[in-house]
């Protein structure tokens, strides 16, 4: 190989590196066969060099070997000029013999004549995440997360403190992405002088940064909020463009390190997305209220959050009947999540579901939940074989990557007819990418899945959603009903969801009702279904068991 091509060679490995943000770099000369690598690579695989002849043979023999046939078969097509890069991913041993999944993706650059002269491109290691943000500077969420960890050998006490930026995308479209770094970027730096006399400041993903502090307490925390809120607001300029956005801020005390960190980043996501969702940007502690018995919020949310991982043990289904508004017969059921130990007794789900639906296990509870109430539910239609069971899910859920496949393939394991599932959603997926969401309702109705749209007129999207998202039921929130006897007004909110229901050709269930009396008055506006305690209260399996034998 001369020198001119050796110089090549480290030119466009220069290249690649610039955009390669924390990924080995590699490339290779094809004629060759003569490469170059990163030398964190070399270092983390204990490969011979940064240069090597033959390299592929080298980096076959870390390969898995039961991923190692599908590797040689893409580095042959490569080779033979066949085809034009891959995008696999692989297990690779590291020096100390322990594998990690890697990512490759490579491009093959052709010279004049269209042969194949170089492939080059990045390994992503998802066994060494980066510690530090390249953007930034700021230690990342995986150093936040390690020195959450390392709090447990220490004896004082700490306050997290969660920061982001809303509407953040209307600047890169308007200013561009570049711009877009810049804004982040200044917002740090800010952050980082308000904060770092008393406290690390840490970069998430997307626009929100953590802070972690020995030093303050809740009251000094919330005065350097308000102080960087108004700064923002008023003075936040980036090369020479005032900037406008919004902030949010949540927070959390930690006072034990007996906690999972897992526990605390859940609660302190949760804070700050109250601040962010519910309290426009207004400093948000999260309560970690202590009970009678001497436990705290934390230490019962922590005890629940370790039965996910240990198989959901101690959660448990309950379900609530649905009657047809006419024949009082019954036609479905909604099922309920419930947890329960010796300690702590039966916990309802609003003392935790709100919490974990910030958990990164969330899905695996949503999969347990859809699971259990399938395999209850085949002996359920035993009883009426057309019976709807009614699934609630979180906009969590939906926004996971595999939440479609999930659900297919509980209902072949199950065998359970898709066409008596209905999955509640609520006002909340506003959240979600809209795009999206009528993606996934489309895949799952198409299989005969309903969708109904909980709680509906309680946010300021429901309207919206229905206008583009088809549904097969409208549930009007009990709210809208506890006083429909007495107000006008009640009846009026009823009679215009009814009708909006209808226009889009979907029926309507009344959820809270709890006397005849409301019954007899929602009978005037044309809904479909009723549900609440006048017909039962939500009940355990072997109850439901004998109330459809009784009812059906």
């Known amino acids: 190989m001369t020198d001119a091509e050796k110089m090549k060679l480290d030119e466009l490995f220069d290249a690649f590196s610039v955009i390669a ?192 502090s020995h030093k303050l307490n809740a009251a000094e925390a919330a005065e350097l909020y308000r102080k960087f809120q108004n700064y923002i607001k008023k003075d936040f300029i980036v090369d020479g463009h005032k900037v406008t956005v919004s902030i949010n801020g949540g927070a959390i005390h930690a006072d034990s390190f007996d906690i999972d960190p897992e526990t605390y980043y859940s609660c302190l996501r949760y804070a700050y997305y109250e601040s962010k969702q519910n309290k426009l940007g207004e400093f948000v502690i999260f309560e970690n209220i202590v009970s009678a018995d001497n436990r705290s919020t934390i230490e019962r949310l922590n005890v629940i959050r370790s039965s996910v991982t240990n198989e959901c043990k101690g959660f448990f289904l309950v379900y609530q009947p649905v009657v047809d508004a006419s024949t009082e017969k019954v036609k479905g059921m909604e099922s309920l999540i419930r947890w329960k130990n010796e300690e702590y007794g039966i916990v309802p789900p609003n003392d935790f579901i709100n919490v974990l639906e910030q958990d990164t296990l969330f899905p695996e509870l949503g999969r347990w939940i859809l699971k259990q109430a399938l395999t209850d539910g085949l002996d359920f239609i035993k009883i009426i074989p057309d019976l709807v069971i009614n699934v609630n899910l979180s906009y969590t859920q939906l926004e996971h990557e595999g939440f479609v496949g999930d659900v297919l393939a509980i209902l072949d394991e199950t065998g359970f007819p898709p066409q008596n599932l209905c999955l509640e959603i609520t006002e909340r997926c506003r959240l979600l990418d809209m795009d999206m969401l009528v993606g996934i309702t489309s895949i799952l109705r198409n299989k005969g899945v309903k969708i109904a749209l909980d709680d509906f007129g309680t946010g300021f999207s429901s309207l919206g959603i229905i206008r583009e998202m088809p549904v097969d039921t409208i549930k009007i929130d009990r709210s809208f009903l506890k006083n429909i006897e007495k107000s006008q007004a009640d009846r009026n909110t009823v009679r215009f969801i009814s009708e909006i229901a209808h226009a889009f050709l979907a029926e309507v269930c009344a959820e809270g009702v709890e006397n005849p009396q409301m019954r007899d008055w929602l009978r005037r506006y044309n809904i479909s279904s009723f549900q609440g305690y006048y017909y039962s209260r939500p009940i355990v399996y072997e109850d439901m068991i004998d109330y459809l034998n009784r009812n059906k």
């Open 21 to 212: 943000e924390g990924a080995y770099v590699y490339l290779c000369n094809i004629k060759h066969d003569y490469s170059r690598w990163s030398k964190k690579a070399v270092d983390y695989f204990g490969l011979p060099g940064e240069y090597m002849y033959e390299a592929g043979n080298y980096w076959c023999s870390h390969v898995h070997p039961e991923d190692r046939e599908a590797y040689l078969r893409s580095i042959d097509e490569i080779f033979t000029g066949s085809t034009s890069g891959h995008d696999m991913q692989y297990r690779a041993c590291d020096a100390d013999g322990e594998y990690v999944l890697c990512t490759c993706r490579g491009v093959v650059l052709r010279d004049t004549d269209g042969k194949p002269a170089y492939f080059g491109g990045v390994i992503r290691n998802h066994g060494a995440l980066s510690y530090i943000d390249p953007l930034t500077g700021l230690r990342s969420l995986y150093g936040f997360m390690d020195d959450i960890k390392g709090m447990k050998h220490r004896t004082d006490e700490a306050m997290m403190i969660m920061i982001g930026m809303s509407s953040f995308s209307d600047i890169n479209e308007v200013y561009g992405y570049k711009f877009g770094n810049r804004v982040l970027q200044m917002f740090a730096s800010k952050l980082h002088d308000t904060f770092t006399p008393n406290g690390a400041v840490y970069r998430m993903d997307g626009t929100r940064f953590t802070v972690l």
